[in-house]
């Protein structure tokens, strides 16, 4: 329920006197443009559609917060973020139109009331995921660490946040990484519709924070100079390389938790305790006991009220979004024209995992904005071995070792990717994906749609998958059809040596997120590598073999035992193609058009993923589409519908092979 703080109603300091002036007049007018947005949406038709979640009580703590902070310190806000957003200097108007969807919105309407964002500001955005923001803000910091600028990042989460495991990966890795990040958690009591005292048993959420050995304070998040001077304490603290700081901020929920809320589980009592704490109500109080008459007090709210009402009606009589736009700033636009491909420094023969460290080694050397971190990649150099040496060669700042918290990892890269950095990061197995997946697809896949393409996010993730000899069921899962669902994801997967190396250089390149997967068990075949000055663009497939009598789409672990298919085949007087797809997104669709064709559209698609939401059935509707004429046999091998077994035994009983493979094109060719 409400936490009671002691509440300060004398009068304002006089050194005070203008910055509480000040303070009243920006409460009153986050106030009214709430009161506005929210009236909005309870007309019959709803004026604006969707759900709305306002700050009311708790507008002291982003006008205090940014009062304690330099100019160019960031900001992240919870989807109650409407308040910090304009603390920090957003234009009014732009706020009001984005919330109310319209074209001419901060976002031209994509984003509405709980996502908007502007990372090209001091003002990163909202985050509609509880908690997400805090792994982000790790990596604007670690952008900022590294560039020496000086910057603390400020994130907001609310106090139902604080049972949320990213957060508390994110205490984790500011902690042990000591960087400059400021939690703010305002705990307005309630965890949305639960009383957050029924959820937690220490009587301070701060507390929580001595575990990490992170600073905490709890305080009145009601004064806007108690907030303003902690901030600017804690603050300080980070820019003196001492770590992050962690205030509770203690206010009132004057409103329900959104738009449509009717608090039908809350006390009379609560409200009246929480109205008891307005901000707006105890600093007119302390104003009025410091000689700021209450006729000037009613003109500062009327004043401010007006300004809302002439903003609004602006807004709404302006332009709705184009239709003709919603598709475009998904990923960045693709070449027009080939590009020429990289050049050729050397080529060597090399094992698939060195090959993997020779393009780590490269971006590391041509590009200063790239970091490359995971767990156990720094001092150990990667379970197997992707960046050995690299920390020795360039330095524990730029390669590096993370808390074992894959949430936190996807998190900061995103956070560091937004703010201008090109981060490569290692996720050990692709199955521990799924602990940390809502920063792949609800938070990196997102950033150029919401913004229009003003802001990407260009990060690489590595992983590798599949099934080995006695891994278990949570160690050899093939997902890339889970990831390649993911408008905003760009994924491949690497079948040789040589892959390995230009994949991950052409991800490294891409201004978009790239997932990079590959695989354990290739780990030690080699090939001959083209070590190259730049990289070729993403989504380009590749043709392994020529074939007139059919052709197999494969990709990743499939590639070898479909070329020693397509060999067997050839004894037999059946010419088999094959066609490594590498990219799944984007796909190549005209090396797939161009070997269909090729093999009169008879067409195996081999995966080792399961059958069910498998990309093959992508793959088979995407030829049908693309070459509706053509006189179709397509087919396709894969795992069937099973958890990966460790026996290999049994394993060898599930996974295509050669011999199956070649078994299938049979059934096709003939």
């Not at 907001?156 to 042990?176: C, P, Y």
């Not at 598709?327 to 990289?342: D, E, H, L, Q, Y």
């Not at 050839?570 to 590498?582: F, K, M, Q, T, Y």
Request: aromatic share 6%.
């Amino acid at each position: 329920m409400n936490a009671s703080v002691s509440v300060d109603r004398q009068p304002v300091k006089d050194s005070d006197m203008n910055f509480a002036r000040e303070m009243f007049a920006r409460i009153a007018f986050i106030r009214a443009f709430e009161a506005k947005a929210w009236a909005l949406t309870q007309t019959n038709p709803p004026r604006v559609m969707g759900s709305m979640h306002f700050c009311a009580g708790q507008e002291a703590v982003p006008l205090g917060a940014l009062a304690g902070l330099k100019d160019d310190d960031q900001i992240i806000a919870t989807y109650r973020g409407h308040g910090w957003a304009l603390a920090a200097g957003l234009d009014s108007h732009s706020v009001m139109a984005e919330i109310c969807q319209k074209a001419e919105g901060l976002n031209g309407g994509r984003a509405g009331s709980p996502y908007f964002m502007a990372p090209d500001t001091r003002f990163i955005g909202e985050n509609s995921i509880v908690g997400a923001g805090t792994t982000m803000a790790c990596g604007i910091a670690l952008a900022n660490v590294a560039r020496g600028n000086g910057r603390v990042v400020v994130v907001s989460i609310g106090d139902g946040a604080m049972n949320q495991g990213a957060v508390h990966e994110a205490l984790a890795f500011a902690a042990a990484k000591k960087l400059p990040v400021i939690f703010v958690v305002e705990n307005n009591g309630w965890s949305e519709l639960t009383a957050t005292s029924d959820m937690f048993l220490v009587e301070r959420l701060a507390q929580r924070a001595s575990g990490y050995g992170i600073a905490s304070a709890t305080i009145n998040g009601a004064d806007p100079m108690i907030v303003r001077d902690s901030v600017a304490l804690a603050a300080a603290r980070a820019r003196a390389g001492d770590g992050p700081s962690l205030l509770e901020c203690r206010v009132p929920r004057l409103w329900g938790h959104y738009n449509r809320d009717i608090e039908h589980y809350r006390s009379k009592a609560d409200k009246a305790a929480a109205e008891a704490r307005d901000p707006l109500v105890e600093l007119g109080e302390r104003l009025f006991a410091s000689g700021v008459s209450a006729e000037d007090l009613d003109r500062i709210k009327a004043f401010q009220s007006k300004q809302v009402e002439h903003m609004t009606e602006t807004v709404m009589a302006s332009e709705d979004p184009d239709p003709n736009m919603a598709r475009n700033n998904v990923v960045a636009s693709r070449p027009t024209t080939a590009p020429k491909g990289p050049k050729i420094v050397e080529s060597k023969e090399m094992t698939y995992i060195e090959a993997v460290n020779a393009a780590l080694r490269a971006e590391l050397e041509n590009e200063p904005r790239t970091l490359l971190y995971g767990e156990d990649i720094g001092k150990g150099g990667g379970i197997f071995g992707g960046s050995r040496y690299l920390q020795r060669d360039f330095g524990a700042e730029r390669v590096f070792d993370t808390p074992i918290a894959e949430n936190a990892i996807l998190g900061s890269a995103v956070g560091a990717a937004i703010a201008g950095m090109k981060p490569i990061v290692e996720i050990m197995w692709a199955d521990f994906i799924f602990v940390a997946l809502d920063q792949l697809v609800n938070q990196a896949a997102n950033i150029r749609y919401i913004t229009g393409g003003k802001t990407s996010v260009p990060m690489v993730v590595r992983t590798q998958q599949g099934a080995t000899p006695g891994s278990c069921a949570q160690h050899s899962q093939s997902i890339e059809a889970m990831l390649a669902h993911v408008p905003g994801l760009k994924v491949a997967l690497a079948a040789t040596a040589s892959d390995a190396y230009s994949l991950i250089r052409s991800a490294a390149a891409d201004p978009d997120p790239c997932v990079i997967i590959e695989s354990r068990s290739l780990y030690q075949t080699k090939s001959t590598v083209d070590l190259t000055d730049g990289a070729e663009v993403v989504g380009k497939a590749r043709k392994r073999r020529d074939g007139k009598d059919a052709v197999i789409v494969t990709w990743g672990t499939m590639v070898g035992p479909a070329l020693a298919a397509a060999e067997a085949l050839s004894a037999e007087n059946c010419d088999v193609g094959v066609l490594d797809l590498r990219w799944l997104n984007p796909l190549d669709e005209k090396a797939i058009v161009d070997a269909v064709t090729a093999a009169k559209g008879k067409v195996l698609i081999v995966h080792e993923a399961v059958r069910t939401g498998g990309f093959a059935g992508e793959i088979a509707m995407r030829i049908r589409e693309l070459v509706p004429e053509m006189d179709l046999r397509i087919s396709r091998l894969t795992t069937p519908d099973v958890r990966m077994p460790s026996s290999p035994v049994l394993q060898a009983a599930l996974l295509p092979n050669a011999k199956s493979i070649a078994a299938a094109v049979k059934t096709i060719a003939s």
